[in-house]
Structures are given as structure tokens and as C-alpha cells.
């Protein structure tokens, strides 16, 4: 870290129109001590302070502002959504907070006992105990995915090691610079932790346990076989498990008593999160994934699980 001596001598050294520039478009993102040098540097150099003045100015209205949009998100009287209540009771949760006092948080947020049920209807509460069945199901079948994912890349990757050695042998440039194309999807596939689907099934199964709030929409997927193009012989049915943190993971579920316990689990331990498909729903979660719920009950998009007759 730079010491202030550092910093002062910096300042002391620059040209006046550096210093102005300096300070009109980093002062916001200075620290109080920093702010500090730097007033006192421009005001040796007889420097006017109107611009500085005008910066906090503007920062303090747009504080002001935000507080007061904040202030309406979270009035009942003028805000008919549920979600960024939802959003306010977990943060009190995590808060320590008991289920009587946020109940009476949210009703000095000008809401009625209604909406207050209808929120804490969809808060996925932390249960001591969740059916292992659901669980069973969530875990063993996106594991079964994941290794199914995992296979796949690394058979790209032995293909593509096979398609280099073959194309420097030859040689060929064409095979290559395909081999090096596979190789490093393949190899890329396998080491990359970023996505859900890799993650495998203890990060799934650790949300469902300790942050259920973090999953917020599950998306059908139903695969079709075609005979000649035109007639369907089979039926695969996935679901695709989405976070507010940009992960997914696939898995199939097609047998009608495991997806039985896969909604029901659902329901009891995911009430909250949104069920369905568009390109719409697809879009706003893209746009920001962690207010997919807020964007798409606005947008009069949002479905719970039991809202369908599962």
C-alpha cells in the first residue's frame, strides 16, 4: 500500500491542469486521507475549491436519492410487489432476527397481513431436517449429469491430443488445429470450476440445505426423438436449476415418481423460485441474475411451482 508521504510528494509534483484533472474525476474514489493532501495541495496553489464542492454536492443528492427510491421500494402503500419484501426479511433473518419481529418490520412497512403471509409463503426456511429422498433425487441425478459432461470433455480432449499428434506426424495443419480446437475445449471443460455443472452435486445440495434463497428459477427442458424428422417415438424430460450467482446445472428427470418427489421437494423447501420458460424469462435473468425475481414479477412473468397443478 502507498504511504501519504508518497501520495503528497505525487501531488506536489504535478502540473496544476494534472492536479484538476486528478481531482474531478478520481475524488469519489480517494479515501478522507487522501482527500485530504489533496485539498490542501490545491488550495497552496490558490487553486478554487467550487469543483470539489460541487463533487460532494452531487454525491450527497444521489445518497439522498437513492435512500429515498429505497424507502418507496419498500412501502407498502406504493409498492404492490412481493419480492423486495422477500428480499428484506431474509436479510433480517440472517440478522437473527425472529420470525415475530421481522413480521413487524414488514408492518411498519405499511403492509397488510396478507401480503405479509404471502410473503413468508415463499421464504424457503432453513429445515433441520429435509427429505432425504429430495435430496437423493437432486443429488444422484446431477451427478449422473456431471459425469456425463466430464466423460464428454475428456474424450474431447483424447481426441484432440490424438488429432495433434496425427497432424505434426503427417504432417497437416488442417488435423492440427482441430486436434488443438478439442484439446482445449475438452481440457478447458474439465478444469473449469466456474460453472454450476461442474461444481457436481455437494455445491447443489449445500444450497438447498443453507442458502435455498440462492436458487430462483428451475426451467424445464423436454428433449424429443423424431422418427424421419416427424414423428416422436421418445420423450426426455431435464430440468435446469439456475442461482443468483450466474450457475446452472442440468439433469435428467423423467420418470413420473421421481419427478413426484422433485416437485413436492420443491415446493416444501423451494417455494420461492420461479417454474417456466420464455426467451423473455431466458433474457431478464441474463440482464442480472440476482434480481430475477424482482425483474420478472414486474414484468408479470413470475410462476411458483404451485401455481401448476403438479
Known sequence: MIDLKTIKSTYQNMYDN???????????????????????????????????????KTKQEEFELKLKQKEIELDGNTNPFLFPFWHFAIEQFYCKKTVQEVKAMLKDKNLTDERIEEIFKRIPFRKEKIKPSFLQIVSEKIELSTMSVKGGSFIFLIGGITFCIVGVTLPMAAVFLIGVTFAFWGGWSLISGNNGQSKGHEYWTQKIKNKPEDIVWIKPIVEKTKLYFVLTISKIYKFQLYTVDGKSATFTCDKANEQKILFDG?????????????EDILLTYEFDPQQFLINIEKKGLYKPIDSYPL
Open 18 to 56: 494534472e492536479l484538476i484533472e486528478f481531482a474531478k474525476t478520481r475524488y469519489d474514489f480517494i479515501s478522507s486521507d487522501v482527500k485530504k493532501i489533496l485539498i490542501d495541495e490545491l488550495s497552496k496553489r490558490n487553486i478554487e475549491l467550487d469543483f470539489i464542492t460541487e463533487i460532494e
Open 266 to 278: 420443491i415446493k416444501h423447501y423451494l417455494p420461492h423460485i420461479h417454474i417456466g420458460y420464455t
